[in-house]
Each structure stands twice: as C-alpha cells, then as structure tokens.
C-alpha cells in the first residue's frame, strides 16, 4: 500500500541536543511538506520541497533544517536554537502532476510527538 | 496571501443532531477549499475538497460542504452525527497558482464532541 511514513512516533529530547525526525512516502508525490501542531494553533508549515535537491522556508523555519536528497525522503532536524520544540510534528506529501492522484490534496504521515526533557 | 478563519474552537452536538462547522476563508486568489479531520495522535485525513465545478461537495463518512464565493465560506455539515465524528476539524484553503500555489493555509481547528 502507498502512504507515507514517519518515525519515530514519540521521541524525547534532552535541551541543547539535535534530533532528526524521518518521513519516507513511496505514493511518487513530488512535493513533500513538514508542519507543526500545536494545542489551539492549528498546523504551522516549517518548510516544504516541490522537487528534489530544493526546498522553501515556510512560517516558522527558524531552529529547524531540511534536506531533500530523495524525492521519497524528507527528513526535518530540530536544532538546539528552536526555543521551543515539544510539538507535534506532521509530515504530508502532493502530487503537483495535473490528472496524478494526490493533485492538489495534501496526504498527511501519522506524526512524530516530539518532547524536550 | 490566504487566511483561514474557523468560528468556534468547540462545537457539542447530540447523537442524531446536524453537525455545522464553520469556515471562512480569505484569498486573493480563485482558492482551493478542503476539510480534513484528526483523530487523537494521529496523522490529517482529508474529508472532501473544493477545486473547480459543483460549490456543492460531498464527502467521506456524509460529510458536505458547499463553498459561496459571495460570502467567502466552506461550511462543512452532516444531517445527523454518529458518536464516531467525535474528533477535530480543520479547514484549509490554498491557491491555484503564483508562488504560494501548492501550499496549505490552515484555520485553528474545531473539536467537536458528540454525546450520547
């Protein structure tokens, strides 16, 4: 079955330490999108990649970082400068191919709850 | 750019009763419209979606929604709600080209609470 995968599902951080979360999609989307969900604020785009080898900061970049080596892989590192980490964290993927499955609809991963100690 | 505007953070009904969130949108744009709903700790699955033709749009699990250009909403209903639609709601809204085009703008969610 196509879909989209995240891991770890729960992670625990101590402060001042980086983390890598991973999400891998094999539905042959070409843009890939992370987020951040937090009680009340709905969903916060941290950043987005439409084709490999490039990605967009999106609304709250800062004190995360992104690569997009693959076009199924995306993976998002939360660094020691993000203030304020513990979130939930989705990953979603789109097909931008007129007439392909997935145009213009975001499939979303399970997320990743991520905790500061 | 585009904004999402969800009125009422929480919506109870009863079992049986009509289900109405509310949507209002913002865009400069010709907008695309899409509700998707949240179960705890889980990932968004998506309810239905407007783009072109019928303002009218069905869903999964009877959900609809209709889109009015005139009045910038994307209400989204259900005539009688199952104790199972206990979950939150999000409405998002993206546009159909420019720099932003692919991009998801979404409102601050509306849990509803289903009693028996």
């Known amino acids: 079955d196509g879909g989209i995968t995240q891991s770890p599902k729960y992670l625990f951080r101590k402060e001042g330490q980086n983390v890598t979360l991973s999400c891998e999609q094999n539905l042959n989307h070409d843009a890939m999108y992370w987020y951040r969900q937090d009680p009340g604020q709905g969903l916060r785009l941290i950043y987005y990649s439409q084709i490999v080898n490039d990605f967009q900061k999106g609304d709250i970049a800062e004190g995360y970082s992104v690569s997009r080596e693959k076009k199924e892989s995306f993976p998002l590192t939360v660094t020691s400068a993000q203030k304020n980490p513990t979130a939930f964290y989705l990953c979603?993927?789109?097909?931008?191919?007129?007439?392909?499955?997935?145009?213009?609809?975001?499939?979303f991963g399970p997320g990743t709850r991520l905790t500061v100690l | 750019a585009q904004s999402v505007t969800q009125l009422g953070s929480h919506v109870s009904v009863s079992e049986g009763a009509l289900v109405l969130l509310r949507c209002n949108y913002s865009s400069s744009v010709p907008p695309y419209l899409f509700w998707y709903v949240q179960y705890p700790n889980q990932g968004l699955q998506l309810l239905l979606k407007?783009?072109?033709?019928?303002?009218l749009v069905k869903g999964i699990n009877g959900f609809e929604a209709e889109f009015k250009k005139s009045e910038t909403s994307f209400h989204l209903t259900k005539p009688s709600a199952h104790m199972s639609d206990a979950a939150e709601y999000f409405c998002a809204v993206s546009v159909r080209r420019g720099t932003s085009y692919g991009k998801l703008t979404f409102g601050q969610g509306t849990i509803l609470t289903v009693h028996p």
């Open positions: 407007y783009t072109t033709g019928a303002t």
């Open positions: 979603a993927s789109s097909s931008q191919r007129e007439g392909r499955t997935g145009y213009n609809e975001q499939f």
